[in-house]
């Protein structure tokens, strides 16, 4: 053992990730015609934009290249147990067809070949991830050589990772016409004009991304459902207020949810989006949810926000710091009821909380759990 700690071993590791794409019945990969019996024809093109080293640990890249490719290739070498090379892959959808991330293979028969000690993860992608045009999306590749190993492998290890896009054909055929939107030349929607009560707002208007959602832009258009794309990134206060919603697709890249951006609609469910650090005030007042799990990312629930609904159940995330009042208000007046049926709320937070102040049942004294009224509040 002590020979070989004081030897210097290079484990060579070849890492090649590939983008298959098909459209259609097609299987292509630059430009392209859609067959079938539509005829469509369109610019299908997704690339690798950037590859960058992260985190490099006893590790030392010899080669990388597939900018402008489909291809990406990395040979790096690990110098000893427990060296690890991290890097950042950015793949983008340079054409005029959205696509959706149908497979990811490669990874778990790589990390079953031999030597077991030499172990490939994937982060920050997954299938079923859409990439609609004009988008970009940055993803991790890591190679580790364990650092509990007790030999040394005699020969590398490669992995090579299939990502296939598909065209989101979904999308596609359903996204509300440009027309129907003004814009601000900064990417922000300022006005809904169209007539349609299902909508699905495009990434790009007139070739410029959709970077942001107005205040009060969609605000009473008698809307029945939204899908927002995931270029969107901030959606300002009352913006999809006052309308007949039951069903709104989020944007992953949101990280407040302001002020009443969906108060007073008809929504059962909501996936609040991993990464929102903020729900604020009135939030999504005025609905018909019945429960509601806060994610990890959240720090802050401002006043009202979930605030007559029909709440029975509640799971507050772990990084949760301060609920204001009535967030999840309990009350039964005539004509007018908030979350009557509310018993059960999970604080994974393990923080103290006023649940007085927060549902309006038991007392004011601030406490992790207990039980409040009609509302047990436990740890998980």
Not at 200 to 214: A, N
Not at 240 to 247: I, Q
Not at 342 to 347: A, C, D
Request: a negative charge.
């Amino acid at each position: 053992m002590k020979t070989r700690q004081k030897q210097k071993v290079i484990i060579g590791t070849l890492i090649a990730v590939i983008l298959g794409m098909c459209v259609g019945y097609a299987a292509l990969s630059q430009i392209l015609t859609i067959t079938g019996t539509s005829g469509i024809s369109g610019d299908f093109n997704i690339e690798f934009t950037k590859i960058e080293e992260n985190t490099m640990v006893n590790a030392k890249t010899i080669t990388k290249d597939g900018i402008g490719s489909t291809t990406a290739n990395f040979t790096v070498d690990l110098e000893k147990p427990g060296s690890s090379a991290l890097y950042d892959l950015t793949v983008e959808n340079k054409g005029s067809i959205d696509a959706v991330l149908t497979s990811i293979t490669g990874l778990d028969e790589s990390n079953q070949n031999e030597p077991v000690d030499i172990i490939y993860t994937v982060a920050g992608i997954e299938e079923g991830d859409t990439l609609n045009s004009g988008e970009q999306k940055k993803f991790q590749v890591k190679v580790v050589w364990n650092v509990s190993a007790t030999s040394v492998p005699t020969t590398s290890k490669s992995l090579t990772l299939k990502l296939n896009y598909e065209q989101n054909a979904g999308s596609s055929i359903v996204t509300t016409p440009e027309e129907s939107f003004e814009m601000d030349e900064a990417g922000t929607v300022t006005t809904y004009t169209g007539t349609d009560t299902d909508v699905v707002i495009p990434s790009t208007i007139h070739g410029v991304p959709v970077t942001k959602i107005g205040d009060s832009s969609f605000r009473g258009k008698g809307l029945t459902s939204v899908v927002i794309p995931d270029s969107v990134t901030e959606i300002d206060s009352s913006a999809f207020a006052s309308n007949n919603l039951t069903s709104v697709e989020l944007p992953k890249n949101l990280t407040t949810i302001n002020y009443g951006i969906l108060q007073s609609n008809q929504l059962t469910s909501i996936k609040i989006p991993d990464g929102v650090t903020t729900i604020d005030g009135f939030a999504f007042q005025n609905n018909q949810l019945t429960s509601v799990v806060i994610p990890d990312s959240v720090k802050t629930i401002r006043d009202n926000a979930f605030s007559q609904n029909q709440l029975t159940s509640v799971t507050i995330g772990a990084s949760v710091e301060e609920i204001s009042s009535y967030a999840f208000e309990i009350s039964h007046y005539e004509g007018m009821t908030s979350n009557p049926n509310l018993t059960k709320i999970i604080n994974k937070s393990g923080r103290p909380f006023n649940w007085y102040e927060i549902t309006r049942q038991g007392n004011y004294q601030s406490a992790v759990t207990g039980t409040f009224g009609q509302v047990i509040v436990t740890a998980e």
